[in-house]
């Protein structure tokens, strides 16, 4: 699929069929996800592909009871590694969260080229994401998404206009 | 552009021909950055597009002098604005970061599309970038990248692979 038609396709989707995602989509995906630039290269990122019932029933109460994250036949969880990752991104911060969030909109638009519905899931506790999927200390987690085949027609929702959002030469 | 083929031609370029970027990609790329999800779409970014010399030969000391940057037409600063932002992603992060990266990924990949060469740049002082685009305290730079058509092919550098990557069910 042509990159403007995923971006303008991609929308969030949280009504999903059970159908079974395609191995050969499942994998494309995560190789676009793995293409990703990170800072320095540094690749500080993990990506958990749940699709065990038992732990996706876990994944609800972690995000905040959205309980169409689990009706999809899988759940990706995006991992960043602080102590791998570039430190000073900018002179002030991390760049994890930067380098996951690349990797993420890398799976989602590749998931939208592939029919697929993807929903960015920011809204979850850690912890209990973390406690759910066995993910240690070191790592941070970053933002989930379901994956799997739409049910419905999502609006696209509004943007602010380009006037907004765009400067010239000055801020 | 198909999307996945997109996805492969993206480098990190850092030697530019001195030609101006077409109006007609500059806008199909901005679009795709404004077409882009972020947390409750609360859309909480910026990007300042830099042609004016001046402004782009105080970036290269505010990028560690990383001569490149202004060597291109344009430079892209994109920042991001916290308090306009989803203050608590995962339950412990605001998701500025995240909001700016996905924005940007899209820029990066519809550059890419165009025929057009980018190159993430982290490395750079914040308040530098912040006095010579007048980036009020409100508002952080999460990135920047020159844009311009390639002078050199650059080479894909090295990912790990999947299997360091990905895991299934546990991390």
């Known amino acids: 699929m042509d990159l403007f038609e995923a971006i303008k396709v991609r929308r969030s989707v949280r009504k999903f069929k059970r159908d079974a995602v395609s191995e050969e989509s499942l994998k494309k995906i995560l190789n676009a996800a793995r293409m990703a630039p990170t800072a ?19 994944l609800v109460p972690a995000c905040n009871n959205q309980r169409f994250v689990a009706e999809a036949p899988i759940v990706l969880v ?76 999502s609006e696209r929702t509004d943007r602010k206009n380009l006037t907004e959002l765009v400067s010239y030469n000055k801020y």
Chains 1, 2 share one sequence.
């Open 78 to 153: 995006a991992c960043g590694l602080p102590d791998e990752a570039y430190p000073i991104m900018g002179g002030y911060m991390n760049s994890y969260p930067v380098d996951v969030a690349i990797v993420l909109d890398h799976v989602m638009l590749a998931a939208a080229a592939e029919g697929l519905g993807t929903c960015w899931i920011g809204s979850f506790k850690e912890e209990k994401v973390a406690e759910a999927t066995g993910v240690p200390p070191e790592a941070k987690v970053v933002a989930l998404t379901p994956l799997g085949y739409p049910a419905e027609d």
């Open 40 to 58: 320095e290269n540094f690749q500080p990122w993990k990506i958990i592909v749940v699709t065990d019932e038992d732990v996706k029933r876990k």
